[in-house]
């Protein structure tokens, strides 16, 4: 089946650090991939996205960029900011895999200190 | 505001006292979900909908019930809620299949 496998956290930086959180997956076709972000207390809410290989998502200074040939979608920021303290979750969606739904990694905590 | 909403936020119940946690979404969409969230394990789908009075079997179903009978509301009904049930529950909505879903802010539920 599919599977999102991202790196343990937690991951703690100084703020205007450059911040990566590798996400690779394996699934049954041709998925889309989402980044999501989890402040404290909060839901989920959707970061940025990518449907077809070399798609780069972006927002808020985040990018992603899907790698077919690799089966990556690593999460990059070049200056991260206390605000960006949350839980980053990879996911995927695949229409071969059934169910209509999104498959998640376990997630990512991020700490920003000053 | 487009917004999917969950209640209760929190819950603490007793074994075996049936309970609901309702969720509604005022985007007009097709599709929800249920899902769970336990550390280290990520989200997890519980059942999902496709429109009213369709619904089906996601990964971990066993213990709940579903019920799509309006298009903007999907409520969650434990029967006889057990302790490994305690969780961090979200419900989500979208426009179309596999694609983006929208979250609600989730009801931390525990079953003593």
């Known amino acids: 089946g599919d599977s999102v496998t991202q790196m343990e956290g ?39 996205k990518a449907t077809k290989a070399d798609d ?20 990059e920021k070049g200056s991260v900011q206390v605000s960006d303290s ?13 169910g209509n739904k999104l498959t998640f990694g376990t997630g990512t905590q991020l700490k920003v200190e000053l | 505001e487009a917004q999917v909403t969950q209640n209760p936020r929190y819950l603490i119940t007793v074994t075996g006292k049936k309970l609901t946690v309702t969720c509604s979404q005022n985007m007009n969409h097709e ?46 009904i434990l029967e006889s809620p057990s302790p490994n049930q305690t969780s961090l529950y979200f419900c989500a909505s979208s426009a179309r299949e596999y694609t983006e879903a929208f979250f609600g802010q989730g009801t931390r539920l525990t079953v003593v």
């Open chain 2, 31 to 76: 599709y929800m979900s249920w899902y769970r969230q336990d550390p280290g394990l990520g989200l997890r789908q519980i059942y999902y909908s496709m429109n009213v009075e369709v619904t089906d079997k996601g990964d971990v179903p066993e213990g709940y019930k579903v019920s799509r009978k309006e298009k903007r509301n999907f409520p969650l």
């Open chain 1, 10 to 48: 937690p991951v703690t930086l100084s703020e205007e650090a450059f911040l990566t959180i590798n996400c690779t997956y394996t699934a049954t076709g041709y998925p889309s991939l989402f980044w999501y972000v989890q402040y404290p207390g909060e839901g989920l809410q959707l970061l940025l």
């Open chain 1, 86 to 98: 949350a839980v980053y979750f990879c996911a995927l969606s695949d229409r071969a895999g059934g």
């Open chain 1, 56 to 75: 780069k998502g972006s927002n808020k200074g985040f990018e992603a960029t899907y790698r077919k040939e690799t089966t990556s979608f690593h999460l």
